[in-house]
């Protein structure tokens, strides 16, 4: 069975082709980092324009790379949310419109199961029931997957997602959109206890995160030392990235822990674009490796947005019968 995925939720265009469910034939993916980089983020308006000029010639390039004919592609399947309204309809509605003239089922797909599906495609072995913690720029979550289309969110983030509090911190420190790679570099370089910051935490929610209150620590404290010496050192920088790097680990390593202890899971994917932060991945690796757990975390090509995971995750949804009509809407937020 081939699926045709189109991603398009942020800023990133992606279309692809996948084979059964797990071998991707082709993932063209055009990122939209350099236009919103003087802008300091992601503006939405221009987003969707630019997904509108790249999605028709990135469809074309990733039917060519895959070698599968237009005419065999059996489902095309797109994100339907969550993510920005705007780019989310300009994606949906370029699939609604190959479906229906290819005359082939319209399958939509959630975004944060997408990213979960991506660790299928190089671990042909893995299959649910697992714990789930998904991260990036807009999502922080933990979910119990008990089935290929079955998620229940056990905690997520009350506030500011992982990878916004990286973006946002990264700005106030100087470094360019998208700025958690210079964070996870200058962590390399700089002491984790050298900066304090309180561990953010949920009164009564022990699995939900906090992630606004660290990120706005952190900015004042960058501001203080601005205001005393006029300009961050380079040592500075460094210690900073470090101890803000070493709080967010610390407060999602906590909480995996005590999801794993509540549930019961051998198994944990972990996937999003801040799965591509080492720091991260390897306190990951640490805390799995003591408490013998298997941990699933995809390649790095596959932790940002793609259209891969989209088509894979689409072909269990096709499987479970979880079909769109051509009404089918756009949400910029989401629930399983």
């Given at each position: 069975?081939?699926?045709?995925?189109?991603?398009?939720s942020?800023d990133?265009t992606?279309?692809?082709?996948v084979?059964?469910?797990?071998?991707?034939?082709?993932n063209?993916?055009?990122?939209q980092?350099?236009?919103?980089?003087?802008y300091?983020?992601v503006?939405?308006?221009?987003?969707?324009?630019?997904?509108?000029?790249?999605?028709?010639?990135?469809c074309?390039?990733?039917?060519a790379?895959?070698?599968?004919?237009i005419?065999?592609?059996?489902?095309?399947?797109?994100?339907y949310?969550?993510g920005?309204i705007?780019?989310?309809l300009?994606?949906l509605?370029?699939?609604?419109a190959?479906?229906?003239k290819?005359?082939v089922?319209?399958?939509?797909?959630n975004?944060?199961?997408?990213?979960?599906?991506?660790?299928?495609?190089?671990n042909?072995n893995?299959?649910?029931?697992?714990?789930a913690?998904?991260a990036?720029?807009?999502?922080?979550?933990?979910?119990n997957?008990s089935d290929y289309?079955?998620?229940e969110?056990?905690?997520?983030?009350r506030?500011d997602?992982?990878?916004?509090?990286f973006d946002?911190t990264?700005r106030?420190?100087g470094?360019?959109?998208?700025?958690?790679?210079?964070?996870e570099?200058?962590?390399?370089l700089g002491?984790?206890t050298s900066?304090?910051?309180p561990?953010?935490?949920?009164e009564?929610s022990e699995?939900?995160?906090s992630?606004s209150?660290?990120?706005t620590?952190?900015?004042?404290?960058?501001n203080?030392?601005q205001?005393?010496?006029g300009?961050?050192?380079?040592?500075d920088?460094?210690?900073?990235?470090?101890?803000?790097?070493?709080?967010?680990?610390?407060?999602?390593?906590l909480?995996i822990k005590r999801?794993i202890?509540?549930?019961?899971?051998?198994?944990?994917?972990c996937?999003?674009?801040v799965?591509?932060n080492g720091?991260?991945?390897?306190?990951l690796k640490?805390l799995?490796?003591?408490?013998?757990?298997?941990?699933?975390?995809?390649?790095?090509k596959?932790?940002?947005?793609?259209?891969?995971m989209?088509?894979?995750?689409g072909f269990?949804?096709?499987?479970?019968?979880?079909?769109?009509?051509?009404?089918q809407?756009a949400?910029?937020?989401?629930d399983?």
């Amino acid at each position: 069975m081939y699926i045709l995925g189109i991603e398009s939720s942020c800023d990133e265009t992606s279309v692809s082709v996948v084979r059964n469910g797990r071998e991707v034939l082709s993932n063209i993916i055009s990122s939209q980092a350099d236009i919103h980089a003087k802008y300091g983020g992601v503006v939405p308006e221009i987003a969707s324009r630019a997904h509108t000029e790249a999605i028709y010639s990135l469809c074309e390039s990733a039917l060519a790379q895959s070698g599968v004919d237009i005419a065999d592609i059996n489902a095309v399947a797109a994100t339907y949310a969550p993510g920005l309204i705007g780019a989310l309809l300009v994606g949906l509605n370029f699939g609604k419109a190959l479906a229906y003239k290819l005359n082939v089922p319209l399958i939509p797909v959630n975004h944060i199961a997408g990213h979960i599906a991506a660790a299928y495609i190089e671990n042909k072995n893995l299959e649910p029931p697992f714990l789930a913690f998904v991260a990036s720029g807009g999502h922080t979550s933990i979910l119990n997957v008990s089935d290929y289309t079955k998620f229940e969110i056990l905690g997520m983030t009350r506030d500011d997602a992982i990878g916004e509090a990286f973006d946002k911190t990264a700005r106030a420190m100087g470094f360019p959109y998208p700025g958690g790679a210079e964070i996870e570099k200058c962590a390399n370089l700089g002491d984790k206890t050298s900066v304090k910051i309180p561990m953010a935490k949920v009164e009564g929610s022990e699995l939900d995160f906090s992630f606004s209150g660290i990120k706005t620590h952190v900015i004042n404290y960058i501001n203080s030392i601005q205001q005393k010496n006029g300009v961050l050192t380079d040592t500075d920088k460094n210690n900073i990235a470090a101890s803000f790097t070493e709080n967010a680990i610390q407060s999602v390593i906590l909480r995996i822990k005590r999801a794993i202890e509540i549930t019961g899971h051998k198994t944990l994917v972990c996937a999003g674009g801040v799965m591509a932060n080492g720091h991260i991945r390897d306190a990951l690796k640490n805390l799995c490796s003591t408490l013998d757990v298997k941990l699933y975390i995809p390649d790095k090509k596959y932790c940002g947005d793609n259209a891969a995971m989209i088509a894979v995750q689409g072909f269990y949804e096709f499987q479970a019968g979880h079909i769109a009509g051509l009404n089918q809407n756009a949400f910029a937020t989401f629930d399983f």
